[in-house]
């Protein structure tokens, strides 16, 4: 039992990382906006879970075998944990972001957003350097045991490999920092220059099939002058159509504001197959990411359509 205990340890400290996104997320919007977000971003959500898991569970096997000699490997696991925790909640920022401007954080929404994926680098790779300390010790007191996988691992130098994955992780999480803190400005610099000139904004068709229904939606001549116009299509096979699509709908910015639908240009109520233009009042400010959630068609509790401006 007690040659298990480190693999049990390790299941249990992913898992409890795991619970920690799905609770961020489900507080911020719905469980089942959870289980879809995880089904996009679950790569990182397994790096994230998968390497916590594995410092804690090399941890717990470390103190089994030095006990009072290892006190200085709590701190590396705890460490690593909070910057796990803190990564797990960047997966999810976008959520975590409608809730910030209602607290008066706006500017830490906007924040989160943009560094979102440097910060789960972060995460990944202070895993990496806290599994290579781990080895490290290991390798350091002779405790391989009799695990021929750690017997494997401990044949390299582990102190250069540790010394190794510091340098390349610093590398990396400072790069990616720097190269979205560029791409930001940039995308900054574009959007100033098209607010000033008036100019549309081309925005992508964004699609959602569940249910037994179709829909497409596509922003119309965006820009920040105009009424927030999407050309919306609906098409099914079966039942009818019979929403009204001005109560269901809402438009959210990046600032976590709603906004309620003006009004409804297109095929009324009912039949398999509707299209027109659901129009809803311009932005009071600039934005640079939105949001269209459609809600209850067909039991889904919500179809969203992500834009990036």
Not at 63 to 75: C, D, F, H, P
Not at 116 to 122: G, N, V
Not at 169 to 178: N, R
Request: hydrophobic letters at 45%.
């Amino acid at each position: 039992m007690n040659n298990r205990k480190p693999i049990f340890a390790g299941i249990l400290g992913g898992l409890a990382l795991l619970i920690v996104y799905f609770g961020i997320v489900t507080v911020a919007n719905s469980f089942t906006h959870a289980i879809e977000e995880f089904g996009r971003i679950w790569y990182w959500i397994a790096l994230l879970t998968g390497g916590f898991g594995i410092q804690v569970g090399l941890y717990i096997y470390i103190r089994q075998t030095l006990k009072e000699r290892t006190r200085g490997a709590t701190a590396e696991v705890a460490t690593a944990g909070g910057i796990s925790t803190g990564s797990m909640i960047a997966c999810c920022a976008h959520h975590v972001t409608d809730v910030l401007p209602i607290l008066g954080l706006g500017a830490a929404a906007m924040f989160l957003t943009q560094y979102q994926t440097p910060f789960i680098l972060l995460g990944v790779f202070s895993n990496l350097v806290g599994i290579t300390i781990m080895l490290h010790l290991i390798q350091q007191h002779n405790l391989a045991g009799n695990s021929e996988t750690l017997h494997s691992l401990t044949l390299l130098n582990m102190a250069k490999v540790r010394n190794g994955a510091i340098a390349v992780s610093v590398a990396i999480v400072a790069g990616s920092f720097v190269v979205t803190g560029f791409n930001g400005t940039a995308s900054d610099a574009i959007a100033q220059k098209q607010s000033v000139s008036n100019d549309p904004i081309e925005l992508a068709v964004q699609s959602n099939q569940e249910n037994r229904v179709a829909i497409e939606v596509k922003p119309v001549n965006f820009s920040f002058t105009n009424p927030v116009t999407f050309a919306i299509s609906l098409n099914t096979h079966s039942g009818s159509l019979n929403y009204d699509l001005t109560k269901i709908s809402t438009l959210i910015c990046d600032q976590g504001y709603e906004y309620d639908p003006l009004r409804w240009d297109g095929s009324p109520p009912g039949g398999h197959h509707r299209r027109g233009e659901l129009v809803f009042p311009e932005f009071d400010h600039k934005v640079q990411h939105m949001q269209l959630v459609i809600k209850d068609v067909y039991d889904v509790p919500e179809r969203v359509f992500d834009w990036t401006i």
